[in-house]
């Protein structure tokens, strides 16, 4: 497992500790990547606050959900 420490610019005192289990990686490429998904997870919670994705269907099925969240877009 690799850590990378990443400092906040306006505060100091905070930084954010980012974990890979690919020791290949660099810490740059790391950030990157998390930088990626991080866009996709706002995505996702904007998706189930503002189109209620979550709460609005009920289903346990995969092609159910594919359904509807199609339609909902």
Known sequence: ????IVRNRNKKS???YLLSIDC???DAEI???YGNRWSIECF????KSFLKLGTE?????????VSHTAIVF
């Open 24 to 26: 290949s990686l660099s």
């Open 44 to 47: 996702f919670k904007a998706s």
């Open 14 to 16: 905070e930084c954010l």
């Open 1 to 4: 497992m690799k850590i990378v």
């Open 31 to 33: 950030v990157r990547i």
């Open 57 to 65: 269907f009920q289903s346990r099925t995969y092609d159910a959900m």
